[in-house]
């Protein structure tokens, strides 16, 4: 038989020790038993299906919520043996089309040396994603697309405001906005710039005129990163509609914004926020 404990005011008022000192984010937000991470494996070739297979899902995802825009848009993933090398799509074929087998391996040099061979990777896509994995070591998978509130909102070339607790994941240094708009990434020099802005603490970066891009330490990260990016700027988008009106817009306090950052933000606990990726790909090959 169950028994309900009674909570005198005086219990109430005391102190309470803190449920996060000393603890990871996954650990803090966990009640009871941990969620599993990544998982590890024994064998190289193993952890690159698993990751690319996670690749091919998260492209399903980005599919079905709207995010294709005819050839353009593109995510990538450092290859686990050789990490000079990524792995990304191939141009022209629909988000909702992309599996494994279609995955392309690209070097520095842009030169394909691995995977599908048989169409060509979007040029744009290895100047803006190239860069990335070569600056940060920290960018394992990178995702671009010209999602629709992503638009919108990158033509004010502004960071988003943290009016909410999702959008702290975005706090501080992890978002970035690259204030040029000069066409088509095709020159280096301007993958070098747009590269520059992103910051070593960078997981978000609003292209101004262009659209959203989000990294992380894994393609779930990456990619869950960039849906809630996304649902971000239609926030953000109507929020600042009614503001218009004259309703007063609340910003989260700096310190708390810190705080649910350091809580939620991490790379272990964001990608299990992007659990249906794995959900997706383990039914589709």
């Known amino acids: 038989m169950s028994s309900t404990a009674v909570v005198t005011q005086e219990e109430a008022a005391r102190p309470a020790d803190s449920n996060t000192q000393g603890k990871s984010a996954i650990q803090a937000i966990s009640q009871g038993a941990l969620l599993p991470g990544v998982p590890s494996f024994t064998a190289v070739d193993k952890q690159r299906r698993w990751m690319l297979e996670h690749m091919a899902g998260a492209f399903r995802v980005f599919a079905r919520k709207g995010f294709s825009e005819g050839m353009s848009g593109h995510i990538s993933l450092r290859d686990p043996e050789h ?146 990016a996304e649902r971000s700027c239609e926030i953000q988008l109507q929020v600042d509609a009614a503001a218009a009106l004259g309703i007063e817009k609340k910003i989260i306090e700096p310190e708390a914004a810190e705080f649910t950052f350091k809580m939620t933000g991490d790379p272990v606990s964001d990608p299990l926020c992007g659990v249906w990726i794995g959900a997706d790909c383990s039914r589709r090959r």
């Open 83 to 228: 990490p000079d090398c990524f792995w990304t799509n191939p141009l022209g074929l629909h988000f909702g089309l992309v599996k494994v087998s279609d995955l392309i391996l690209l070097n520095h040099a842009g030169e394909p040396v691995g995977g599908n061979r048989s169409r060509p990777a979007n040029a744009a896509g290895f100047q803006i994603h190239g860069v990335l994995h070569k600056m940060y070591p920290h960018v394992n998978a990178a995702c671009h697309a010209h999602s629709k509130y992503g638009k919108a909102w990158s033509t004010f070339a502004r960071p988003l405001d943290m009016i909410n607790q999702d959008v702290t994941m975005f706090h501080g240094d992890a978002q970035a906005v690259y204030p040029e708009f000069g066409g088509v990434v095709l020159e280096r020099e301007e993958s070098l710039r747009l590269g520059s802005y992103l910051g070593d603490k960078g997981k978000l970066m609003i292209l101004r005129s262009h659209g959203l891009l989000t990294v992380g330490q894994t393609v779930d990260e990456a990619a869950y990163l960039f849906t809630l």
